[in-house]
T-cell receptor
Framework: GEDVEQSLFLSVREGDSSVINCTYT??????LYWYKQEPGAGLQLLTY?????DMKQDQRLTVLLNKKDKHLSLRIADTQTGDSAIYFC??????????????FGTGTQLKVEL | GAVVSQHPSWVICKSGTSVKIECRSL??????MFWYRQFPKQSLMLMAT?????????EQGVEKDKFLINHASLTLSTLTVTSAHPEDSSFYIC????????????FGPGTRLTVT
């Protein structure tokens, strides 16, 4: 089966950049995603990248994809206390009939300190 | 944007009873919905893929007779945990495939199930 791994914990100071890393194993993934989960809540899609792209920037978020190494990263610029949450990467495999089956990483707890 | 709701948001039940969790797409039709479970401080694990009008596809290791999924309409999928046991206590999250956008799923807020 697929294994998607992330470091468990990251602590940064407010205003600094955060970089969350993810490694995946299935090279046939079509999309790769970053989700945010706040305590006791569902998942919020932050951004995604198509597998034939190397980089995607969306306001404070930058996603880098190294397909050769199966490595995905999420950079959050000017990290704020409201960014404190668990961040999950996920790889998507296409389903017959449409849609993607998502396999989630282990999650990274981001703590932003003043 | 597309909204997915779940009901109830939390439920406590006694061991041996059954619990039904609803997942609704509020402002769009969802031909495909997904059910996940999440243990404390762990990742989401896909349990099953639910297609409207057909039987759900269960992931390996998920008991289909214990976790009954019904996707009877384009806006509603239900997950019934039958004969619940304390080890079934978990956070259950559903998602719905976005219409016309194969790459995106909208997630519900989750249902916290505690079996005593």
């Amino acid at each position: 089966g697929e294994d998607v791994e992330q470091s468990l914990f990251l602590s940064v100071r407010e205003g600094d950049s955060s970089v969350i890393n993810c490694t995946y194993t299935d090279s046939s993934s079509t999309y790769l995603y970053w989700y945010k989960q706040e305590p006791g809540a569902g998942l919020q899609l932050l951004t995604y990248i198509f597998s034939n792209m190397d980089m995607k920037q969306d306001q404070r978020l930058t996603v880098l994809l190294n397909k050769k190494d199966k490595h995905l990263s999420l950079r959050i610029a000017d990290t704020q206390t409201g960014d404190s949450a668990i961040y999950f990467c996920a790889e998507g495999l296409g389903l017959t009939g449409g849609g993607n089956k998502l396999t989630f990483g282990t999650g990274t707890q981001l703590k932003v300190e003043l | 944007g597309a909204v997915v709701s779940q009901h109830p948001s939390w439920v406590i039940c006694k061991s041996g009873t059954s619990v039904k969790i609803e997942c609704r797409s509020l402002d769009f039709q969802a031909t495909t919905m997904f059910w996940y479970r999440q243990f404390p401080k762990q990742s989401l694990m896909l349990m099953a893929t639910s297609n409207e009008g057909s039987k759900a596809t269960y992931e390996q290791g998920v008991e289909k007779d214990k976790f009954l999924i019904n996707h009877a309409s384009l806006t509603l999928s239900t997950l019934t945990v039958t004969s619940a046991h304390p080890e079934d206590s978990s956070f259950y999250i559903c998602s719905a495939r976005a219409p016309g956008l194969s790459y995106e799923q909208y997630f519900g807020p989750g249902t916290r199930l505690t079996v005593t």
